[in-house]
């Protein structure tokens, strides 16, 4: 599978990386059995980067990954997790997490810390069996961003310098505090959720514009905006940025797939190519929770779009014209 070099950085991303949300216990619980035939089928597609945090699953996520990464040559992928949230230990008593369907054996507090931060990456090495990070991101700091930026980032800075990490930034969905943080430190790469996608184009008005003028790359997360454009036709009930979804979107969407399948092309295929029509974005993150999830990903976004299909989805009123100009030049 392709290959993209993150900023400045000698840090490679496959084009397609796994995202590790799902594995997690996202919307619903995973058994490790399901977690690990979909992490096997990843790599036997070629899929080498794969994407998770403690956030996930209070820890599940990062196992399962590690897991399976703890066989490979550690020449032989890249593994991104982040950082903010520290897990503490708790008495479940029998509840399950307020986020993930995993028992409540954790719980998360807030730490954008030096001491935080560092403590943080000890736990996630220990949890993924590994000695190093390839990319760490700031997890989710929009309410404690000036603690984040002041703080958090130097943190991760002297991990970078200490060959600990191999690439840093942040990742979030404010395009606001990431474009800052582009331009006010010196991160390698964003990871931008649900803010480039056929739904929401927002980081075309400031923040790729900012990593284009100081070569920071982007990895796009959420590209089908937690499951609204996942399938070629969605139903009703389906997630949006992890919320219900409204009866206008849903009709948008639809209005897409008429597009789309007039063109060949279905809503999954364009939404996996669109945030990569950008120079500056080296690769996106889908979550997969199966086996079956992942090879039918992987075809998608192998599946060529015809550059014809962006310029009549932009003359319907479907798509930001700056689109068309990414494919036109």
């Not at 990464?69 to 992928?77: E, H, Q, S, V, Y």
């Not at 054996?105 to 996630?124: L, P």
């Not at 603690?147 to 060959?163: I, Q, S, V």
């Not at 929770?289 to 192998?302: P, W």
Request: aromatic letters at 6%.
């Amino acid at each position: 599978m392709e290959t993209h070099r993150l900023g400045r950085t000698d840090v490679e991303v496959t084009r397609l990386a796994f995202g590790g949300g799902p594995l997690g216990g996202l919307f619903e619980p995973l058994d490790d059995r399901t977690a690990a035939q979909a992490l096997d089928a990843a790599w036997e597609s070629g899929i080498r980067s794969y994407d998770t945090a403690p956030h996930y699953g209070i820890g599940t996520s990062e196992r399962r990954i590690g897991e399976l990464l703890r066989g490979k040559p550690r020449t032989g992928f890249t593994v991104s997790t982040k950082v903010g949230r520290l897990l503490v230990p708790q008495d479940p008593q029998g509840r399950t997490d307020e986020s993930f369907a995993v028992p409540a054996t954790h719980r998360r507090v807030w730490d954008f810390t030096r001491d935080g931060i560092r403590r943080s990456v000890e736990d996630s090495l220990t949890r993924l069996g590994l000695d190093r990070i390839d990319i760490l991101y700031l997890h989710d700091a929009g309410r404690y961003f000036e603690d984040a930026l002041r703080h958090g980032y130097p943190a991760l800075a002297e991990l970078r310098a200490e060959g600990m990490v191999g690439a840093i930034g942040a990742g979030m969905y404010d395009t606001g505090k990431l474009s800052r943080l582009v331009r006010e430190a010196d991160p390698d790469v964003v990871m931008l959720s649900g803010r480039q996608t056929l739904l929401d184009h927002s980081a075309l008005d400031e923040l790729l514009p900012a990593c284009t003028e100081r070569g920071v790359s982007m990895m796009a997360a959420s590209v089908f905006n937690s499951g609204l454009l996942a399938t070629d036709r969605p139903a009703v009930g389906a997630h949006y940025d992890y919320g219900a979804t409204t009866p206008e979107l849903l009709e948008r969407v639809h209005r897409i797939a008429d597009v789309c399948a007039a063109h060949g092309v279905t809503v999954p295929q364009a939404a996996m190519t669109f945030p990569l029509l950008h120079p500056a974005v080296a690769g996106i993150a889908v979550g997969m929770r199966t086996a079956q999830e992942v090879r039918r990903n992987v075809a998608a976004f192998a599946a060529p779009v015809p550059p014809e299909l962006w310029a009549e989805l932009c003359g319907e009123g479907l798509l930001d014209d700056r689109a068309l100009k990414l494919v036109t030049g």
